[in-house]
């Protein structure tokens, strides 16, 4: 945690309930009853939910008729492949419209239809269906749009060009009052029948290929080829799924755990080049790889240049190209971070000059001409870890617009605040965590004025306090070997299961504390707790040893972890907090 974490006052400890049944499901499943309090802070306490969450199962994937639209969505898109109709793919520019987009047009492709793709340009265009692209995507003869991550508050937009595309809307965001009618519509939150709400884009788009390949194999078991095709994609629809941030559990967490293994052999040429340009060729690939090496170069296509290029990537039939669109991507992510950097900087001296770090400000709204509009949504996630509240961050354009990137915090829902904003907005969307958003210039202050009073009314001020979700007090002797390596196959970890996160208290410090690194802010603890020991390490704690120095004991918070190094592992803790004995 880069803000002073080891200051008592600077982070709550909220230490989850015992879980009673912990012996008795421990027994049961023949683990430790630690494993058990972990399986129910997560939701989980019966038997066999125990047993699916930890070995996920394909075939407890929901079943593609039931995510409303989707069965009617198959059998349009079937029949204007048999027609030979040609068909467009709008996809959206993040990881997962990306992801989806390439999923679709694959799937076509398998089908034999005739298939060609429009993804906006960020800075140009923004998000989501406008009438320029979907004019010019009539003119160039296609019958069949079907969007992917997008569309559905795109009402007015279907309706307009309803008499000369045939629009099929597949999205997961924030269903707004008006849905497009004259449309087929796939969305998760349709109805109440589908079971998992928190489909992301591209794994409507997957759920989607699935019925289409039943739809052109007339049955419901699909022939051989287009199941391989299937496990194939699963791969990018588990890279949308991790990316975009959706709950890991349920069938996510399927999607996103097969995802994951069919990475390193996933045959596609554009994975395969991405992962010999970020060093993870042959290597298992987890959840952080996904949100910290692959998504950010998928990503910055769209922020530093065109996402077209990161749909080429994962489409594109030759090895070559492959390679060379992924070089191309590793130095816009180099200029994605050195832009980025830069910005954060400059609006986190911003919020801090002018006082709007004080507890009376609810939210963040900061507006400049000169931020680089690809990279101020990630600009807006760094200013709320740094300050706990809802950030809007705006990139003011050089054609009377603005344009906004917004991130959230738990229990403040986003797309509703900016739906609440709506008069003063030319066009937004998203979801309960993050949004997009257009504006007049003229309106900029007005929507400042309109949102922090929004915040004001549904933010309490002890809720800028950060909140460490703690799963046990443990101790050194609970963390054995097989312990964590179980916790460490409890992942993929993300929003709904993160990663376990344990107390160990009256730890008295073996040695001093020791810097490591080039820049000395790695800090390396050996704890001891009743004479038994157990390493910690601390990422982006420089003031850490001022703080332990003339301390005998400390409770310590960190993440149980498997530290493998020259072909040996051995458990060490991760530190996210730490506060002195003396201090309680």
Not at 463 to 490: C, H, I, K, N, Q
């Amino acid at each position: 945690m880069a803000r002073s974490a080891w200051k008592s006052d600077s982070c709550k400890w909220n230490i989850m309930p015992i879980f009673n049944g912990a012996e008795d499901l421990g027994d049961t499943l023949r683990m430790s009853p630690l494993i058990a309090q972990l399986l129910y802070n997560r939701g989980v306490m019966e038997h066999d939910a125990a047993r699916s969450f930890l070995r996920p199962r394909l075939k407890a994937l929901c079943d593609p008729v039931d995510l409303p639209g989707c069965k009617e969505g198959a059998e349009r898109i079937a029949r204007a492949v048999k027609d030979r109709r040609k068909i467009c793919i709008y996809g959206d520019y993040d990881v997962d419209g990306i992801t989806g987009t390439a999923i679709m047009i694959s799937c076509i492709r398998m089908c034999g239809g005739e298939v060609d793709y429009y993804v906006p340009h960020r800075l140009e265009e923004g998000y989501g269906l406008n009438a320029g692209a979907l004019q010019e995507i009539a003119d160039l003869g296609a019958e069949l749009v079907i969007t992917v991550d997008c569309g559905v508050s795109s009402a007015e937009l279907v309706s307009r060009f309803s008499g000369q595309l045939d629009i099929l809307v597949t999205d997961h965001h924030s269903l707004p009052e008006t849905i497009p009618e004259g449309a087929g519509v796939v969305h998760p939150c349709l109805g109440d029948e589908y079971s998992n709400p928190d489909l992301c884009g591209a794994g409507v788009a997957f759920k989607l290929a699935w019925q289409t390949a039943r739809e052109i194999c007339g049955s419901e078991k699909v022939d051989k080829r287009m199941r391989n095709f299937l496990l194939e994609v699963i791969s990018l629809a588990g890279l949308g799924t991790i990316a975009d941030y959706v709950p890991l559990v349920g069938e996510n967490r399927i999607i996103a755990t097969y995802g994951l293994r069919g990475l390193p052999s996933a045959p596609n040429n554009g994975i395969k080049a991405l992962l010999r340009s970020t060093g993870l060729e042959g290597r298992d690939v987890d959840s952080f790889h996904v949100g910290f090496v692959l998504a950010p170069r998928l990503n910055a296509a769209g922020r530093m240049g065109h996402a077209r290029d990161a749909v080429d990537l994962l489409t594109t039939d030759s090895p070559g190209r492959a390679v060379e669109i992924a070089g191309r991507l590793e130095q816009k992510n180099e200029q994605r971070k050195k832009i980025e950097r830069q910005i954060t900087d400059e609006a986190i001296a911003m919020v801090r000059s002018e006082g709007l770090d004080d507890s009376g400000v609810k939210a963040l709204v900061l507006a400049s001409d000169s931020w680089h509009g690809g990279v101020i949504g990630i600009v807006a996630s760094r200013l709320v870890d740094e300050f706990s509240r809802p950030a809007v961050v705006i990139n003011i354009g050089e054609n009377g617009t603005a344009q906004g990137s917004a991130r959230s915090i738990s229990g403040f829902h986003m797309s509703d605040a900016l739906d609440s904003c709506s008069d003063h907005l030319l066009s937004y969307g998203g979801h309960a965590m993050a949004g997009g958003l257009r504006m007049e210039i003229s309106r900029i202050d007005a929507f400042k004025k309109a949102f922090l009073a929004l915040a004001e009314e549904h933010i309490s001020a002890d809720r800028f306090l950060p909140t460490l979700d703690v799963d046990a007090e443990v101790s050194v002797d609970d963390l054995g070997y097989s312990v964590v390596r179980l916790m460490d196959s409890m992942g993929p970890f993300g929003p709904g299961n993160p990663r376990p996160l344990v107390v160990l208290r009256g730890c008295e410090l073996s040695g001093e504390a020791k810097r490591m690194g080039r820049r000395g802010t790695t800090i390396g603890l050996l704890l001891d707790q009743n004479g038994r020991y157990i390493r910690a390490v601390g990422f982006q704690m420089s003031r850490l040893p001022d703080y332990l120095a003339g301390s005998r004991k400390i409770d310590v918070v960190g993440q149980p972890v498997l530290n493998r190094f020259r072909g040996n592992s051995n458990v060490e803790l991760e530190i996210k907090d730490v506060r002195r004995a003396d201090e309680k």
